[in-house]
């Protein structure tokens, strides 16, 4: 079975309410993290994207290929569902923009492992043994029943549709990977452990 077109996609269009600033721009590799991450997956994908809110497009550098949120649906779906209806022959591989421990080999490894006949490919840890919707390849497939997920009002949330879909878990080799930096204190955890040796 031929591998459908993989494209990248980080998601930065939340409003970061608990962080207190947006933690798309907060620079733990030099970079605003968006940027960071978006490079990353240029390496991987065949086209990357960000995927924003409207009044974020200023704020973008014009090298920068951006995907903008058509607000149909609420959560992380508004930005994935977003992408899907732009190319929806793609698959996605997409990451949340508060990933400050990602890196390029947990990527690859996730890419390597992707089944696409499954609805996703997505990271899991160990404990938890529950996907990450948000450090995953979305399928066309996943993405389509997705929305019938939605229509039928069951929930909202991308990681109830995968537990209850055909999903590959992957266990990262390095779960700190997997960090989200959500809040204050998440943030200076992430910190310490970039300048751990």
């Not at 609420?74 to 899907?84: I, Q």
Request: glycine share 6%.
């Amino acid at each position: 079975m031929m591998e459908t077109e993989l494209f990248g996609l980080v998601l930065s269009g939340g409003r970061s309410t608990r962080m207190g600033l947006d933690k798309s721009i907060i620079s733990y590799h030099g970079l605003p993290q968006r940027e960071y991450l978006y490079h990353m997956l240029t390496k991987l994908c065949s086209k990357t994207f960000i995927g924003i809110r409207e009044d974020q497009q200023e704020e973008i550098p014009a090298d920068i290929q951006v995907i903008i949120d058509r607000d149909k649906y609420k959560g992380p779906y508004n930005g994935l569902l977003s992408a899907h209806e732009s190319y929806p022959r793609a698959a996605w591989l997409v990451l949340a923009c508060d990933l400050p421990l990602m890196n390029s080999s947990a990527l690859e490894q996730l890419v390597k492992e992707r089944n696409p006949k499954a609805a996703a490919t997505a990271f899991a840890t160990q404990l938890s043994e529950l996907p990450e919707p948000l450090c995953a390849i979305w399928e066309p497939s996943g993405l389509q029943e997705s929305i019938k997920f939605l229509e039928s009002g069951r929930a909202t949330c991308p990681r109830k549709f995968l537990i209850a879909s055909n999903v590959k878990l992957v266990f990262p080799t390095n779960e700190n990977v997997l960090l989200n930096a959500n809040s204050k204190e998440d943030f200076e955890e992430a910190i310490t452990k970039l300048e751990a040796p």
